[in-house]
Each structure stands twice: as structure tokens, then as C-alpha cells.
């Protein structure tokens, strides 16, 4: 559905992205991931048509986006980090202006307007303007106004950053709704988890360049992470933690905040042996718990950014 060959952006001397290559596929959630000045919405801007790459080839289902933006724009769903609706205007209204830019006649774009209402839990605000709503019903109609035409590809850059919980939680559900319709989606996000939960592949970039591409088994499979077992006991981990790594050569052992402990090791670690350790010096354990890398544990060792920067931001305005 998206191809993108060899993809260049430069601002003068400086180069925000720096020739990517990446697929999607029909009726795929891509994931799009990065901090600040990553090249994200650079990238999303070359490929939705607003703006020029300095090189490479853009195709969406099959045409130069390049050559051919109006027509390649008409396929697509774009809604940006910021809004673009008019605050003046209630979402009835917002929604059937949308739709007449796509050129669909007045009778369809009414229907369509008020089944996207009905859709986003939006029908009792249909006549309030849109300055009155909160940020999360913001949000929503700016995606419902997206979607007024039926396009094939929808773009989102960063839909759930700085709204609530629960209409975090009915966007995603959404967009996953949208995937079994067969719409493909190409996302942005400051969020790992939320990726990790709804996306079919995710990139990872950083500098301009992809630097990891696949599912999530896949880059969880990229690291090597070594294997570990947290451990709950009732003695405080500090008074035998050295003693265990001396006992259990090549392992490594690490303190949490709540005085439980972390065994890590290149190797599997028996849990018998451990256990018996604990027995014999009159340690009770009250868990045993295996520790599998996280999709947050992957972008760290991968880009050298810690997961905390892109958190950080989420909450601030710039270019991403």
C-alpha cells in the first residue's frame, strides 16, 4: 500500500531524514517510533504530499505521490498532532465541511457525519462548537474528520499525546477496528507501549535513519538480552546479594527499589539450585518470577535513547 525508496530530506545543511527505505502493507498498522527531531513527521509530510523530498521515490497503492498528490492525497485519512478543524464550527458542521472538500454530495456527507458521530461517542456534542469540547473529543473528531471520505491509508501523527486515559484507551480501539475493515495505518507515537500493543511491525528511528524494522517477536529476537528471574523474598536482598553472585558464576545480580533482586545471565538459570541457596540460609521466597526484554528495552539498546526522552517528549511542541 506505502512504498518508500530511498526517502532524503535536507534542510540546508542540515538532514532530517537521511535515506530511508520502508513498505506497508494493506490493511497493516505500522509503527512509526522516535523522539524529537527523529525525522517522523518529516517523513510523514514527504509521503502525505506536503512537502518535497530532496530524494527517493514515494508510492501509495501504486501512485507517485510525487507526480501525482492530489490524486495520491485522495486515498488518504491525515490527522496531524495538532488540530485542524475550526473552532467556530460545531462537529456536525466541521465533519460535512470535510466531507465537501472531497467533493461527496450534500446527502451523503450528512449521513456520513452523523455515523462518525455515533461512532466516536460524539452525537451529543454533534451541535456544540468544536472550541467547547475537551482535548480528548478534540482529538476524536479530528480523526472522525479523517475519515469522512473512506480513505484506504490513514495517517495518524501522534493521536493519543496530552489526552485522557479513556479516550486513549477508544482510539486505539479504533484504529484497531479500522485494521479488521482493511485500512492500512501508518502511526506515530512518543508511547512503546501503546506500539507494542496495536501495531503489526514497527520502526524505529533515530537520526534520521531506520535503525530496526520488523514485528515484535522480531526485534524482541534482535537483542541479546541474556535471561533473568526476579526474586521476592522476606530478607532484604542487600544483606545476601553478593554472595549469591559468588555462588553462581557469570550471573549478575541487581537490588530493586523494594529490596526484591534481579538475576541476570547469559545462560538460562536452573531455579532449583537458586532456591535451595535461599533454604539453606533460612530465606523465604514468596515469588519466582521470569523476565522477558520489553519492546522498551529494545529501542534503549538499539538507538541509545532512553524510553524516558521520549516520554518527556510527548509534552512538548516542535519537530519530531
Known amino acids: ?82 488540530s485542524n478543524l475550526y473552532n467556530e464550527m460545531d462537529g456536525f458542521n466541521n465533519l460535512c465541511f470535510c466531507a465537501a472538500l472531497y467533493g461527496m454530495r450534500k446527502k451523503e456527507r450528512e449521513a456520513k457525519a452523523l ?22 473529543m478534540r482529538r476524536k473528531l479530528t480523526i472522525a474528520a479523517a475519515l469522512i471520505h473512506s480513505p484506504q491509508v490513514l495517517f495518524l501523527d501522534e493521536p493519543t499525546t496530552g489526552i485522557d486515559v479513556e479516550s486513549s484507551r477508544q482510539i486505539r480501539e479504533m484504529i484497531v477496528d479500522l485494521k479488521k475493515q482493511g485500512t492500512t495505518v501508518f502511526l506515530t507515537t512518543h508511547y512503546i507501549e501503546e506500539a507494542e500493543r496495536i501495531c503489526d511491525r514497527i520502526a524505529f528511528i533515530a537520526n534520521g535513519h531506520i535503525v530496526a524494522l520488523g514485528t515484535v517477536p522480531k526485534l524482541m529476537g534482535s537483542i541479546s538480552h541474556g535471561h533473568g528471574i526476579h526474586f521476592l523474598t522476606d530478607k532484604n536482598a542487600e544483606s545476601f546479594a553478593t554472595e549469591l553472585e559468588t555462588c553462581f558464576k557469570g550471573t549478575k545480580v541487581t537490588i530493586q527499589p523494594d529490596h526484591s533482586l534481579v538475576m541476570v545471565a547469559e545462560q538460562r538459570i536452573p531455579l532449583f539450585p537458586v532456591i535451595a541457596f535461599f533454604q539453606d540460609r533460612g530465606i523465604d521466597v514468596f515469588e519466582a518470577k521470569e523476565i522477558h526484554p520489553s519492546l522498551e528495552d529494545v529501542f534503549v539498546k538499539l538507538t541509545g535513547i532512553e524510553s524516558s526522552v521520549l516520554k518527556k517528549d510527548a509534552g512538548k511542541v516542535g519537530p519530531k
Open 1 to 82: 500500500m506505502v512504498s518508500v525508496k530511498n526517502l532524503k530530506k535536507t534542510y540546508g545543511k542540515f538532514t532530517a531524514v537521511d535515506d530511508i527505505s520502508f513498505e506497508i502493507q494493506k490493511g497493516e498498522i505500522f509503527g512509526f517510533l522516535g523522539p524529537n527531531g527523529a525525522g517522523k513527521t518529516s517523513t510523514i509530510n514527504m509521503i502525505i504530499g506536503l512537502s518535497r523530498p530532496t530524494a527517493g521515490e514515494i508510492t501509495v497503492d501504486g501512485i507517485d505521490v510525487r507526480k501525482q498528490t492530489k490524486k495520491a492525497q485522495s486515498i488518504m485519512g491525515i490527522v496531524p498532532d495538532e
Open 115 to 136: 455515523e462518525l458521530l455515533e461512532l466516536f461517542k460524539l452525537k451529543d456534542a454533534g451541535k456544540r462548537p468544536f472550541k467547547a469540547y475537551s482535548k480528548g
